[in-house]
């Protein structure tokens, strides 16, 4: 019977029994080497990859678990390993400035990842003399920021993105459809109602430039200052409130533009508290609680975009080879209650646009 043991052959004058520990020991020690190498040799092929959020939002964190989700199923993780180092810089510039700063002094990354805007203005800032690149994703405005010429176009720097908002004009469009029998003589006169966050503001500008085409819409443009923080959100929620009542008399609707308000649960309702129906707003949640139309490009979508982009990057290819473009699919959701209240019309192609967010 063969019980797999393999006797020494000792070359003549060799003791036996003292061979075989000696090359067991080499072996051993040849193994440990080889290991070591191998350890080192994965180590140095993990990519580092900074995330720089803009605050605590669910539209950031969830964002980012889409992202780091998206690099997964691109291979990250197990055939190609990867260290994550996020940041949250609170809604603060100069706190997204200081974090950023610390992490790349503490070495070089492969990626900085930027979720929104105020994160992504840093990083921009930060890594215009680097050799980084950076991509961003729930940007409103890149061309306004000074990332890109235009949507579709290369960055001149090691910076390329997703945006997620839709063109000012195509979604007065698509509202200016609904507004029939409104003219100039009979503009629907609303406010755009929002803080001076700076995807806030770049929106709003582009809503007011472009409203000159479509002479059924006449815009307010009501911002107040954007703070920071659990007390500084209570207070927008109250100076967006009294800016509405001050101007009560001179509006027909109220349009939400991008930016932190719209995507806080308590903003919207107290938007809506106050009787002023919401013609728009860039939020599913802010449709179902009375919004008449949104135009929404979710964290899922957008993160995975995001995640297709930075696997590319991570595996060679030059950041700014890589145009700045929207994801190419959004939701849509209407809220009929509200569209009866302004009198508005929507039609069947918007409705089927909007299967399953149907809301009363």
Known sequence: MNWGITMPIHAPGQQPGLAAPRKLSAIIVAFGLLLMQATSVFAQDARNVVILETMTLPLVQNGTEWFREGLARQGFGDDEPINFTVLNAEGDPDLAMSLLQEELARGEPDLVVSVATLASRAAHSLLSDEDIPQLFFFVADPVGEGFVTEVGARSDRLLTGITHVIPAHSKLDIVSRTLVGRSAD?????????STYPSAVSDAASLVAESDDHE????????????TGEDGRLQMIEDGVALVEENRDALDAIWIPVGPTVNDADFVKAMDATGIPIIYSDNLFAVECGAMLGLISNEEVNGLAAAEVGASIL???TANEIPVVRPGSFIAGVNITTAERLGAVLSSDILRLAQGNIYR
């Open 186 to 194: 009979n503009p629907l006169r609303v406010g755009l109602v929002h």
């Open 315 to 317: 595996r060679g290819q």
């Open 216 to 227: 059924s819409i006449v815009f307010s443009d009501l911002s107040f200052e954007y703070r």
